[in-house]
């Protein structure tokens, strides 16, 4: 299928649907939204896809169930169609990329913060002010600035 989905040729249109181009044609002369150029034809899949869910809705008001099993069939695969459509326009991705990633990310997060103790605990041991006691100011100070660049450079790969 071609990278533009709202100006397809015949040629994309029977891939996307896995039909002949005879079908297509058949289409055509049934109502199939087309736009012509001179002697070229372009398609718009959105378009096609709302035709072919109104065909067969009414189509599914025929007396015989093998009109309704055939229309409810083809209605289906018109749906599938969209949702491959909307995927590749970017407006649908899968449950798993997204379960991947965010699995990912958390890890990085909880690795990024598991690092700190090991990287301050020294430094933070040397903090004491001049009475002997630990200076809290100054080891907030070194958490709160580890914490921040710990934070950056997450968000940096974002």
């Given at each position: 299928?071609?990278?533009?989905?709202?100006?397809?040729?015949k040629?994309?249109?029977?891939?996307?649907?896995?039909?002949?181009?005879t079908?297509?044609?058949?289409?055509?002369?049934?109502?199939?939204?087309?736009?012509?150029?001179?002697?070229?034809v372009?398609?718009?899949?959105?378009?096609?896809?709302?035709?072919r869910?109104?065909?067969?809705?009414?189509?599914?008001?025929?007396?015989?169930?093998?009109?309704k099993?055939?229309a409810?069939?083809e209605?289906?695969r018109?749906?599938?169609?969209?949702?491959?459509?909307e995927?590749?326009?970017?407006?649908?991705?899968?449950?798993?990329?997204?379960q991947?990633?965010?699995?990912?990310?958390?890890?990085?997060?909880?690795?990024?913060?598991?690092?700190?103790?090991?990287r301050?605990s020294?430094?933070?041991?040397?903090?004491?002010?001049?009475?002997?006691?630990?200076?809290?100011?100054?080891?907030?100070?070194?958490?709160?600035?580890?914490?921040?660049?710990?934070?950056?450079n997450l968000?940096?790969?974002?």
């Open positions: 299928m071609s990278k533009n989905t709202e100006r397809m040729t040629k994309d249109v029977c891939r996307a649907f896995s039909i002949s181009l079908a297509l044609d058949n289409w055509i002369l049934k109502g199939c939204p087309v736009t012509r150029e001179g002697r070229n372009f398609f718009s899949l959105k378009d096609i896809i709302e035709w869910e109104q065909s067969f809705k009414e189509s599914q008001k025929g007396d015989s169930d093998f009109e099993s055939r409810e069939k209605l289906w018109a749906k599938t169609v969209k949702l491959n459509y995927r590749l326009q970017g407006r649908l991705i899968y449950v798993e990329d997204v991947r990633v965010a699995f990912e990310k958390a890890r990085l997060v909880r690795d990024s913060l598991l690092c700190i103790p090991s301050v020294d430094i933070l041991a040397g903090e004491i002010n001049k009475d002997g006691r630990i200076d809290k100011a100054k080891v907030n100070e070194i958490l709160t600035r580890e914490i921040r660049q710990a934070l950056e968000s940096g790969g974002a």
